[in-house]
């Protein structure tokens, strides 16, 4: 499966964005997918995750509440919306898909990704 991360952008503390993870070569009717960040000299964390068939959600403490993970399965895409922006959630993120039905917040645990799309919240 190839993924499309896209929705990026410069956006005020305290605005929103929602950025779109668009899925080609294979139906996700099988993946969970995630969405991860990573700032500058940090490691890429896990932000929210999502499985196809329950549509069961899971994030991070630090974006519950702000952040809604959701899909589309008619448009095989899922979308990260994002509200209450802070500093803090500035960094490059990534969606990523595996296989299954048990989720993971580990980096290494999604062998699919697509390119990163660079979120700036000014301050």
């Known amino acids: 499966v190839q993924l499309q991360a896209s929705g990026g952008g410069l956006v005020q503390a305290g605005g929103s964005l929602t950025l779109s993870c668009a899925a080609s070569g294979h139906t996700l009717s099988s993946y969970i997918v995630a969405w991860f960040r990573q700032a500058p000299g940090k490691e890429r964390d896990f932000v929210a995750a999502?499985?196809?068939?329950?549509?069961?959600?899971y994030y991070t403490n630090s974006v519950k509440g702000r952040f809604t993970i959701s899909r589309d399965n008619a448009k095989n895409m899922v979308y990260l919306q994002m509200k209450s922006l802070t500093p803090d959630d500035a960094a490059v993120y990534y969606c990523?898909?595996?296989?299954?039905?048990?989720?993971?917040?580990?980096?290494?645990?999604?062998?699919?990704w697509g390119q990163g799309t660079q979120v700036t919240v000014s301050s």
């Open positions: 999502i499985t196809w068939k329950r549509a069961a959600r």
């Open positions: 990523a898909a595996r296989e299954g039905s048990l989720w993971r917040t580990l980096q290494y645990d999604y062998p699919y």
